[in-house]
């Protein structure tokens, strides 16, 4: 399977405190995108890194991509309640048309 | 510039209806792709279109289930014969040409009674 696969599946944290998550996948990139997804919502674009960057900010967000270890970070730095959602890595694979998902990590920020 | 507008929000059919999803790309892109979505699940690809073009449909049931992206238009899901497992939220995603930047609306929720 190509299927990007996040880590953990769900965490949980204090506001003001970093949350990271992490995502791996299989085969050659050309890029790796996160969106995230609040319930019951559509899906947000938050960043995407090319497969020849190491490193991305936006705002409170930094992203990292690994690809000999073909995997990738999303940081958030001093979270926030708003926060709380779903977070998706989305790869566009090499050999493949299709921008593939994987199945999320759940966020919850605890006020 | 209005974002990636699908309608209806939600849907509603009975088994054996036909269910037609639109979406409307962000102004000046040229592709769509449609993603399926299972409660706290993820999104599992279905087909991927250029405007008059199925460029990967590897995602797709092989019945019941078809796709189109007219030159002038929405884009078009269409599902024949609901059944109950038809039941999910359907994505669509729109970009540029030469950029796989993808923007999504907010979803079709789909319900098949």
């Known amino acids: 399977s190509q299927q990007g696969e996040e880590d953990p599946q769900a965490l949980s944290i204090q506001e003001g405190e970093n949350a990271t998550m992490n995502c791996s996948y299989k085969t050659s990139i050309n890029n790796l995108q996160w969106y995230r997804q609040n319930s019951g919502r559509g899906l947000v674009h938050l960043i995407l890194i090319r497969s020849n960057e190491r490193e991305k900010h936006s705002g409170r967000l930094r992203v990292t991509l690994d690809t000999s270890k073909k995997s990738s970070s999303l940081l958030i730095t001093a979270s926030r309640a708003a926060d709380t959602a779903s977070y998706f890595c989305?790869?566009?694979?090499?050999?493949?048309?299709?921008?593939?998902f994987g199945s999320g990590t759940q966020l919850t920020v605890l006020p | 510039n209005a974002g990636v507008m699908q309608n209806p929000r939600h849907l509603v059919r009975r088994r054996g209806q036909e269910a037609r999803l639109r979406c409307s790309p962000m102004?000046?892109?040229?592709?769509v792709y449609w993603y399926r979505q299972l409660p706290e699940e993820g999104l599992k690809f279905m087909v991927y279109?250029?405007?008059?073009?199925?460029?990967?449909e590897s995602g797709m049931p092989k019945e019941r289930f078809s796709a189109e992206f007219p030159k002038e238009g929405p884009s078009i899901l269409r599902i024949q014969q609901v059944v109950r497992g038809d039941s999910a939220a359907y994505f669509c995603a729109s970009h540029y040409q030469g950029n796989t930047e993808a923007f999504f609306g907010q979803g079709t929720r789909l319900t098949v009674v």
């Open positions: 279109l250029q405007k008059e073009n199925i460029i990967d």
């Open positions: 102004k000046g892109h040229s592709h």
């Open positions: 989305a790869t566009s694979y090499r050999s493949a048309r299709q921008l593939t």
